[in-house]
């Protein structure tokens, strides 16, 4: 059973469009999510994160928005540039030890 | 110093060989993660320490054999692989304390292949 699901496998976008990668949860008991950014054999890299305390978290072009009550979230890049296309991967975690859970990813293609 | 670092990037052995992957980050992470990465999948937790101790093993098969001889190190050791253990195995760190969203850090990986 997926505890994290990325629904939309690919997604393409031109150049200065803004991309919207989306990202839903069945367990209510993560606290917290996080976006990573992976080309092909590398591994993830860390983008930006939220906390369950908040709805939004900007970090330049990178904004995620969290609606608790839908266990919903999104991750906008605006401007979307053509370096952006790689694999990106949603992950939720709650606090301590536990490992953080993955989707299953979306490969988004921003065309020139 | 704020990387996971990760040897050798590549690997190939034979179903017969003893091989070990190497894992090492010096930002205090006291809880450390292996992963394995097929392509298109999502990284597959394999194995977590927690303050040098096992604490999590996912049903892993015995010829993976995780190792954490201090807080700085992971090793992954392996023998008798199959080639459906190719794949890309990931290190990851993040710290025990404090705000669970910070500090979790993967490395760049071993891309293995069993022949």
């Known amino acids: 059973d997926q505890q994290v699901k990325q629904n939309s496998p690919s997604l393409s976008v031109q150049e200065g469009r803004i991309s919207i990668l989306n990202c839903d949860y069945t367990?209510?008991?993560?606290?917290?999510f996080l976006w990573y950014k992976k080309y092909p054999a590398e591994g993830p890299t860390f983008l930006i994160s939220i906390s369950s305390i908040k709805d939004k978290n900007e970090d330049g072009r990178f904004t995620v928005f969290l609606n608790k009550s839908a266990k919903h979230l999104s991750l906008h890049i605006v401007p979307s540039q053509p370096g952006d296309s790689a694999v990106y991967f949603c992950?939720?975690?709650?606090?301590?030890?536990?490992?953080?859970?993955f989707g299953k990813g979306t490969r988004l293609s921003v065309i020139a | 110093d704020t990387e996971v670092t990760q040897t050798p990037k590549h690997l190939v052995m034979g179903m017969t060989n003893k091989k070990s992957l190497k894992c090492e980050q010096h930002?205090?992470?006291?809880?450390m993660y292996w992963y394995k990465q097929k392509a298109k999948k999502p990284p597959e937790l394999m194995f977590v320490?927690?303050?040098?101790?096992?604490?999590i093993n996912e049903s892993v098969p015995s010829r993976f054999s995780p190792e954490c001889p201090n807080s700085s190190l992971l090793n992954l050791h392996l023998h008798a692989l199959q080639p459906e253990d190719s794949a890309l195995y990931l290190c990851?760190?993040?710290?025990?304390?404090?705000?669970?969203?910070?500090?979790?850090?993967f490395g760049s990986g071993t891309r293995l292949t069993v022949v």
């Open positions: 930002m205090g992470h006291r809880a």
């Open positions: 990851a760190s993040r710290h025990q304390e404090g705000p669970p969203n910070y500090g979790y850090t």
């Open positions: 320490y927690s303050y040098e101790k096992l604490s």
């Open positions: 992950a939720a975690g709650s606090s301590g030890n536990t490992p953080l859970v």
């Open positions: 367990n209510s008991m993560f606290d917290y």
